[in-house]
Every structure is written in structure tokens, then in C-alpha cells.
């Protein structure tokens, strides 16, 4: 079954840093991937794309702060998170960038920020 497969998350307090990692399984070169999150109570929401030739796109909020990254050898999309702030608290998510091509969501890596 294609899947993926999330990793990484943690607790840390603000400021701190952390790095996601995802393995996904099926078709990934040709693919944008996407690092998606929801936050208690609120919608899921992505918040940094990789297109297929590597080029990154960021939401604001992470802007300048967040770094995604991929390996299409390995199948694997990174996201590098420094300046972490009690509002990027959320699950975390890989996935296709395309709504219609998703692959199965998968149980997301959690994200702690507090002091």
C-alpha cells in the first residue's frame, strides 16, 4: 500500500530546534511534496512545498524559519525547523503537494512547543 512515514517531532521550547523527516513509498521524483500540519481545534494547513526540481515554497508563517528539503533517492522529504514558537505546535505531515494525488495519510510526527 503507498504510504508514508513521518518522523522527528518532539518537545522543545521556543526558539528550539527540530528536523522532520518522511519516507513515502509509490512514485516521488516527479512529484511537489508538501509538509502539512494541523494544530488542535484548526484545520490542517501546508506549510512548505518542494516542487519536483527542488524549489521550496514556505507559508508565511514559517517563512525564514523552516527549510524543506528532499532526496529523491531516498524517497525522503525533510523539513528543518529552527526558531521554533509555541504557535507551530500542531502534528505534522508529509505528503504529495496535490490534493488529488495524496497519498494515505499518515499518522504525523508531533510538535511541542512550550517552556
Known amino acids: 500500500q503507498v504510504q508514508v512515514v513521518e518522523s522527528g517531532g518532539g518537545s522543545v521550547q521556543p526558539g528550539g530546534t527540530l528536523k522532520l523527516s518522511c519516507t513515502a513509498s509509490?512514485?516521488?521524483?516527479?512529484?511537489?511534496m508538501g509538509w502539512y500540519r494541523q494544530a488542535p481545534g484548526k484545520q490542517r494547513e501546508l506549510v512548505a512545498r518542494?516542487?519536483?526540481?527542488?524549489?521550496?515554497n514556505y507559508a508565511d508563517s514559517v517563512k525564514g524559519r523552516f527549510t524543506i528539503s528532499r532526496d529523491n533517492a531516498k524517497k525522503q522529504v525533510s523539513l528543518q525547523m529552527n526558531s521554533l514558537n509555541p504557535e507551530d505546535t500542531a502534528v505534522y505531515y508529509c505528503?504529495?503537494?496535490?490534493?488529488?494525488?495524496?497519498?494515505?495519510w499518515g499518522q504525523g510526527t508531533r510538535v511541542t512547543v512550550s517552556s
Open positions: 505528503n504529495r503537494a496535490i490534493e488529488n494525488r495524496w497519498l494515505k
Open positions: 518542494i516542487g519536483a526540481g527542488g524549489t521550496p
Open positions: 509509490g512514485p516521488f521524483s516527479i512529484y511537489d
